[in-house]
């Protein structure tokens, strides 16, 4: 189920069934199979020590031969996921046997920061028993943040997690040569709050406000109250549940008559089934949205034809702070 690549030193996690990754409205393979498969499987290989300090890996399996805790934690910064075919390429799970197909993913260093480092993978599928007989998915590629836990800032990299980035880093060249967009480029946040019209922040993207007369005719918004299960154990809206939010709004947007959004579903597609028509999805994260907050606000708004931009609100109770922008990406569809 796993294995790291002597050559490339690349990871290489197998075997895993897709069916737990598949939405459970239409069972189909979409963008957001790709974003949790590829994030399994990484996960799964760090858990393995792979990019991990000899540090790292007793706290994680021997944390009472650690007396000091570590100082530091990672955080995704952003991620981008992305289809290789449109939706009639795409195999369909088996509803009576939907454990007969697995994924295969190989996960490579595509960049090393000053405090972050970016992982690049490729994600595959086959019916099991024909691992060679594997078809391309997609690809998904993300950056990670080195964040002091008490500081809650941006803190770089320690020599030691340098020299193992670096050391698998230089393996993957010729990964890295293969790809004509290899890493994640940061994404300008406030050059999309200024397309879309819809509502004002302030310079430092911590205040801002929906301007309900602009909104109907450039824009569409809903508001998702927070539940428990949309907090993760650092008690904040857990970044899955934010994509969910995001692709929910999607639905309702084409739904509705009246959006600006009304008519992009392709005739006969329902609108529970809108996120098939989504190629690639893109997301950086701006600011974590406590637990303690009332909802999560998305707004969607058309960037050009087949391109649909969206940032996200964290909105705290009345009076309780101010409302911030917490996350702002863009998605194409087919």
């Not at 974003?35 to 007793?58: C, D, H, K, P």
């Not at 008519?263 to 974590?288: Q, T």
Request: overall charge neutral; charged content about 20%.
């Amino acid at each position: 189920m796993y294995q790291e690549d002597s050559v490339h030193r690349s990871a290489i996690v197998y075997n895993v069934p897709v069916s737990p990754f598949v939405p459970l409205q239409h069972l189909t393979i979409d963008i957001t199979t790709v974003n949790r498969i590829a994030g399994y499987s990484l996960s799964f290989a760090r858990e393995r020590g792979w990019l991990q300090t000899e540090q790292e890996m007793v706290w994680r399996y021997n944390p009472s031969e650690h007396t000091a805790p570590l100082e530091n934690t990672f955080f995704y910064g952003g991620w981008e996921a992305e289809l290789a075919g449109p939706p009639s390429s795409r195999s369909r799970l088996p509803v009576r046997a939907p454990s007969t197909m697995l994924s295969w993913c190989e996960c490579f260093v595509n960049h090393v920061g000053s405090s972050s480092y970016g992982v690049y993978v490729k994600v595959y599928l086959f019916t099991e028993g024909k691992m060679e007989d594997r078809t391309f998915l997609g690809s998904f590629k993300t950056v990670s943040v080195q964040v002091s836990k008490s500081l809650r800032t941006t803190v770089p990299l320690t020599p030691r997690k340098r020299n193992v980035l670096a050391n698998v880093y230089e393996g993957g060249a010729p990964l890295r040569a293969s790809i004509e967009k290899v890493k994640v480029e940061r994404i300008d946040v406030a050059g999309l709050l200024k397309e879309c019209h819809a509502f004002t922040a302030d310079s430092s993207l911590r205040k801002a406000s929906v301007d309900t007369a602009l909104q109907a005719g450039s824009a569409f918004v809903r508001s998702f109250h927070l539940r428990e299960t949309d907090i993760d154990f650092n008690l904040h809206l857990n970044q899955l549940a934010q994509t969910h939010m995001i692709i929910n709004t999607l639905r309702s947007a084409v739904k509705e008559n009246a959006s600006v959004f009304s008519g992009w579903s392709p005739l006969g597609v329902e609108p529970i089934r809108a996120d098939l028509m989504i190629e690639s999805f893109r997301i950086d994260y701006v600011k974590e949205v406590p637990q303690d907050h009332q909802c999560l606000t998305v707004v969607l708004f058309p960037l050009e034809p087949h391109r649909v931009g969206f940032l996200t609100l964290g909105v705290p109770w009345e009076e309780s702070g101010p409302t911030f922008i917490a996350a702002g990406g863009f998605f194409t569809l087919f």
